[in-house]
């Protein structure tokens, strides 16, 4: 599936502790504000300021902006000057970047993703490169995205870093969106087969059934229909594939059925997706007409 929302976008990133849970944020914030009460401030620094940094992006994801730019604030006052502390300036950039994105200062974002991609392309930070080229990636405007998702590819298949390696599927699902969104279909698949493909761990936070959808889309979109359909029916058989709406299932699947002619089965199909995605707060308020012919469809005789 694809996340259409720069919310959703922003959502992208490994999980190396554990702790991300976008389902219960607010359990999130309690075990960080936890560690934070274990820690020194003083004394441990470095510990203090990825705590912080980390409680910020749950805060802003939670739309607790006040919150969050005065966490970033206590962050940035316990930071020194020095070159171990380097990773730690880019971190609070990055947040201070994904803060700006999910408030709406889309400007100010691409400038602190901008800095930060500097400052640890200049000492050498290979994972919070990739990271920085691709948050820009989604905060500037679609003729300038390859440009930064090409350059997180490139860090991230030649790094040393296994650690950043984790990067790879999701900027190869990105890369195949932005090849659909320009009509390049078969390079769109290419990217899709490859995010599926990834050899990744747990803490990736990638879901390989959201490559999967993915290629069935683009499969359709490259007319091969049939085959579309089948990859379709095989995440509606998981149940609840991991990553992927089950809204956006029924969806590809009344596509298919109506591509085919096989009408009673679009119909039932499209009367589900209305159903499932007129619930997402998200689509409900940005796919209007969406969900009307999803409607009108279901309900024809």
């Known amino acids: 599936m694809r996340a259409e929302s720069l919310r959703g976008q922003l959502l992208q990133f490994p999980n190396f502790d554990g702790l991300w849970n976008s389902m219960d944020l607010s359990l999130v914030e309690t075990q960080l504000r936890e560690k934070l009460s274990q820690t020194e401030t003083q004394n441990d620094r470095k510990r203090a300021i990825s705590l912080l940094t980390y409680l910020a992006r749950v805060l802003s994801f939670n739309s607790f902006f006040k919150e969050a730019a005065a966490t970033l604030d206590q962050a ?5 000057t020095g070159p171990s502390f380097k990773p730690f300036e880019v971190r609070v950039l990055i947040e201070e970047g994904r803060h700006h994105s999910l408030s709406g200062n ?12 500097n400052l640890a392309s200049e000492t050498h930070q290979d994972y919070f490169v990739v990271e920085a080229s691709f948050l820009l990636s989604l905060v500037v405007p679609a003729k300038d995205q390859n440009q930064w998702l090409r350059q997180a590819l490139k860090v991230a298949q030649n790094t040393e870093s296994s650690d950043t390696k984790f990067w790879l599927p999701h900027i190869y699902l990105a890369s195949g969106w932005h090849a659909f969104d320009f009509r390049a279909f078969v390079e ?15 803490s990736s936070r990638f879901d390989s059934d959201a490559g999967v959808w993915a290629i069935a889309r683009v499969l359709r979109a ?9 990859i ?8 609840h594939p991991s990553g992927v709406n089950m809204g956006h299932i029924y969806l590809e699947l009344a596509e298919c059925h109506q591509l085919l002619q096989n009408h009673s089965e679009a119909k039932s199909n499209f009367e589900k997706a209305h159903l499932t995605l007129s619930i997402d707060p998200w689509y409900a308020n940005n796919k209007i007409d969406d969900l ?3 409607k009108a469809i279901a309900k024809k005789k």
């Open 76 to 80: 940035r006052q316990i930071l020194v």
């Open 106 to 117: 889309i400007r100010n974002a691409q400038n602190c993703f901008a800095l930060a991609m």
């Open 188 to 202: 769109a698949h290419k990217f899709f087969e490859l995010a599926r493909d990834c050899e990744v761990l747990p």
């Open 222 to 230: 490259l007319g091969r229909t049939v085959e579309a359909l089948r």
């Open 232 to 239: 379709q029916e095989g995440l509606l058989a998981k149940g």
């Open 292 to 294: 009307s012919r999803m």
